[in-house]
């Protein structure tokens, strides 16, 4: 695995800036791609779907809220508005910490994991639509460590929170 341990100043060649300019639209463009798939088809979001994944895949299918906002890459207001919007819809319920009495916990409820397995086809659909179809005949395990580097932001980055 390549790691730099210098800087760099010379200039991107053509190759590399293009690269950096299309990584950067692919960032803005494809998290709107997949939700507008999800809202047209199944009305529902790519953040509430998100939400509803990572609770799913959770022990007894609840997380601390901020756990939640972490694992979903929002903020905890963000988060608290979002289950907030899907525990209105009986998606998601919420209750207090009992450990601390501060935090709170998400639940994922039988009609959340309904909504889930619902709207799963359409994400699906849209994901190989959107992104895996383009990687056709690609090392699809040589490019995920690369944007895995990418991710991680290197063990000592500041401004990876994970």
């Known amino acids: 695995m390549p790691q730099v341990t210098e800087q760099r100043d010379e200039p991107l060649n053509a190759d590399e800036e293009r690269l950096v300019r299309t990584l950067g639209r692919v960032m803005i463009v494809l998290p709107k791609l997949l939700d507008h798939d999800l809202r047209e088809r199944v009305a529902i979001s790519l953040t509430e ?3 509803l994944m990572h609770l799913s895949e959770a022990p007894e299918r609840r997380m601390r809220m901020n756990e939640l906002a972490g ?16 525990e209105s819809e009986g998606l998601v319920k919420r209750d207090r910490c009992e450990e601390d009495g501060r935090g709170w916990f998400a639940t994922l409820t ?29 090392d699809l395990a040589g490019l995920t460590e690369a944007l895995d580097r990418i991710g991680c932001g290197g063990e000592t980055d500041p401004l990876v929170a994970r």
């Open 110 to 138: 039988p009609a959340g994991l309904r909504r889930l397995e619902d709207a799963y086809p359409t994400h699906l659909w849209s994901t190989r639509r959107r992104i895996i179809d383009h990687f056709a005949g690609s």
């Open 49 to 51: 779907y998100s939400i």
């Open 71 to 86: 694992a979903s890459d929002l903020s905890l207001s963000g988060m608290t508005r979002a289950v907030a919007r899907l």
